[in-house]
């Protein structure tokens, strides 16, 4: 009995520090790679330093193009992406293509992507992040280099993106 309640109540802190969906903090211990190979070739797309301050805030978006939530997710966050550097607002967009570079290619053009997308055939960022595995996953850092906010799976609402970026950004 004691072991059923001690599960629940675990269950129940994790939940309340995890989910729905996302987490938030200001996590800065996690050392990233200083760049990733670009999904097109050429030079490597630079990912942010954490703990360090940033010309602008980042949002990380992490995807495969056999990942199903990817194939609504990523169009959305191409458009939103355009849509705020339009609109002026400072903050950078990059892909990781988990495990699928000539497919993960084909999937961003198709999606409309035109931010910088590296490919990350190891899994080391998320890994470096301490993040559960699984596809898609958005973390939005802010220009101090911390982890704002870190959404687990799909960020398809447009009020999600901005709400996080506006976060980011107001700092």
Do not use: Y
């Not at 990942?67 to 169009?75: A, D, V």
Request: with cysteine; proline share 8%; charged share 15%.
């Amino acid at each position: 009995m004691f072991a059923f309640v001690g599960c629940v109540l675990a269950g129940l802190l994790a939940f309340g520090l995890f989910g729905p969906g996302g987490a938030s903090g200001s996590k800065t211990d996690a050392k990233l790679p200083a760049s990733l190979p670009s999904i097109e070739g050429g030079g490597p797309v630079v990912l942010p330093k954490l703990g360090t301050h940033q010309p602008e805030p980042v949002v990380i978006t992490f995807f495969a193009s056999w990942c199903g939530p990817c194939e609504s997710e990523m169009p959305a966050l191409a458009r939103f992406a355009r849509t705020e550097a339009s609109n002026g607002v400072k903050v950078r967009f990059i892909g990781v293509d988990e495990n699928d570079p000539s497919g993960g290619l084909a999937f961003t053009r198709r999606s409309g992507v035109d931010f910088p997308v590296g490919t990350d055939l190891d899994g080391v960022v998320l890994e470096d992040l301490d993040a559960v595995p699984g596809l898609p996953q958005t973390i939005f850092i802010n220009d101090k280099g911390a982890i704002v906010f870190h959404q687990f799976g799909s960020v398809t609402s447009g009020s999600v993106l901005q709400t996080w970026v506006r976060r980011i950004t107001s700092t």
